[in-house]
């Protein structure tokens, strides 16, 4: 079992920068994919960033690329996700998940573990 906490959500500014963290517990960290998704009023759930657990390659959701980087510390059993030039679309629930099976790192329905959120909300 892993337990996800998420941290590092609140109220910015468009063009404001926030730095999302995700402190993983429990079992070994090794081996999982980490993803963060996110959540906006009345919208289902949407992939925004993943790193792999060996390669540390990513994906980004072409909504975010170029403005948001996901990072990962092993040691530490942490991924962060640092946001920049966020817009008022980007407000919305943030979640951290954990993969270790099969499919596709886009899909919410292939990570095993969630955390409980963090809520990020941006004025315009």
């Known amino acids: 079992q892993v337990q996800l906490v998420e941290s590092g959500g609140g109220l910015v500014q468009a063009g404001d920068s926030l730095r999302l963290s995700c402190a993983a517990s429990?079992?070994?960290?090794?081996?999982?994919?980490m993803g963060w998704f996110r959540q906006a009023p009345g919208k289902e759930r949407e992939f925004a960033a993943t790193?792999?657990?060996?390669?540390?390659?990513?994906f980004y959701a072409d909504s975010v690329k170029g403005r948001f980087t996901i990072s990962r510390n092993n040691a530490k059993n942490t991924v962060d996700l640092q946001m920049n030039s966020l817009k008022p679309e980007d407000t919305a629930v943030y979640y951290c998940a954990a993969k270790d099976q099969v499919g596709s790192v886009y899909s919410s329905t292939n990570y095993n573990y969630w955390g409980q959120g963090t809520q990020v909300t941006v004025s315009s």
């Open positions: 429990g079992r070994t960290f090794r081996g999982y994919t």
């Open positions: 790193i792999s657990w060996s390669t540390d390659t990513t």
